[in-house]
C-alpha cells in the first residue's frame, strides 16, 4: 500500500539556519510528489511537485526537494529559513486515480523558528 | 492554479445535528475532494467527488454520514450528518487545477466544533 514517512513530528531552527525535512514514501511505481505548507489557522498551500525529470525541484519562498528513488526519499530544503517559514509541512504521494490523483499525505512535521 | 473558497469558515454545533459545507472554485475541475483533518493530525480523504455520478468513499467513511453532492463543475458540498463531539475537526475540499496536471490546490477549510 502507498503510504508517506514524515519521521520528524517537530523541528525546530534557528532563524537564518539551512533546513532540512524528510520525507520518505511507498509506492511500486515513479510517484508524484508534494510538499504543502499549512500556516496556523490556514488551508494548505502547494510549496513544489515533482512528477518527473530533474530530480531537484525549485519551489516557491525559496524551497526545494530532492527526490533519491534509491532512498525513496523527497526531503525539503531551504538554505536559510525565515520566521515566516513557522508552520506545519506536509510530504505528499499521488496515487493516480481515474483523471486526477489521490493524495495521501505524511503525518506532518511541525516547524518552530527560533528568534 | 485554481482558487478554492469554503462556507462556513468555521461553525459550533449542537450534537445530533447536521452542517452543510460549501466548497466553490474559480475554474472548472473535474475532480474534487474532501478531508477531514482531526486536531494535530495530517489530512484523511473522506471521498472523491465526480460531477454526475455518486461520490466514491474511503474506507471509514459512508454516505449516510458524510453525503456529498456535486451538481456541476465548479461545486460541491459536504454534510456531517448526526454530529457527535467526535466530529470537530477541520474539513477541506480540493480540486485538480489543470486536467493532467495531477496537482490538487486546498481550500481555506471548515472549522467545526461539536459540542
Known amino acids: 500500500a502507498q503510504s508517506v514517512t514524515q519521521p520528524d513530528i517537530h523541528i525546530t531552527v534557528s532563524e537564518g539556519a539551512s533546513l532540512e525535512l524528510r520525507c520518505n514514501y511507498s509506492?511500486?511505481?515513479?510517484?508524484?510528489l508534494f510538499w504543502y505548507v499549512q500556516s496556523p489557522g490556514q488551508g494548505l498551500q502547494l510549496l513544489l511537485k515533482y512528477f518527473s525529470g530533474d530530480t531537484l525541484v525549485q519551489g516557491i519562498k525559496g524551497f526545494e526537494a530532492e527526490f533519491k528513488r534509491s532512498q525513496s526519499s523527497f526531503n525539503l530544503r531551504k538554505p536559510s529559513v525565515h520566521w515566516s517559514d513557522a508552520a506545519e509541512y506536509f510530504c505528499?504521494?499521488?496515487?493516480?486515480?481515474?483523471?486526477?490523483?489521490?493524495?495521501?499525505f505524511g503525518s506532518g512535521t511541525r516547524l518552530s523558528i527560533r528568534p | 492554479s485554481a482558487v478554492i473558497s469554503q462556507k462556513p469558515s468555521r461553525d459550533i454545533c449542537q450534537r445530533g445535528t447536521s452542517l452543510t459545507i460549501q466548497c466553490q472554485v474559480d475554474?472548472?475541475?473535474?475532480?474534487m475532494f474532501w478531508y477531514r483533518q482531526q486536531p494535530g493530525q495530517s489530512l484523511t480523504l473522506i471521498a472523491t467527488?465526480?460531477?454526475?455520478?455518486?461520490?466514491?468513499?474511503e474506507s471509514g467513511f459512508v454516505i449516510d454520514k458524510f453525503p456529498i453532492s456535486r451538481p456541476n463543475l465548479t461545486f460541491s458540498t459536504l454534510t456531517v450528518s448526526n454530529m457527535s463531539p467526535e466530529d470537530s475537526s477541520i474539513y477541506l475540499c480540493?480540486?485538480?487545477?489543470?486536467?493532467?496536471?495531477?496537482?490538487?490546490?486546498f481550500g481555506p477549510g471548515t472549522r467545526l466544533l461539536v459540542l
Open positions: 480540493s480540486g485538480e487545477g489543470q486536467v493532467g496536471t495531477e496537482t490538487q490546490y
Open positions: 505528499a504521494v499521488g496515487v493516480p486515480y481515474s483523471s486526477a490523483s489521490k493524495i495521501i
Open positions: 467527488a465526480n460531477q454526475g455520478s455518486e461520490a466514491t468513499y
Open positions: 509506492y511500486g511505481a515513479t510517484p508524484y
Open positions: 475554474s472548472q475541475v473535474t475532480m
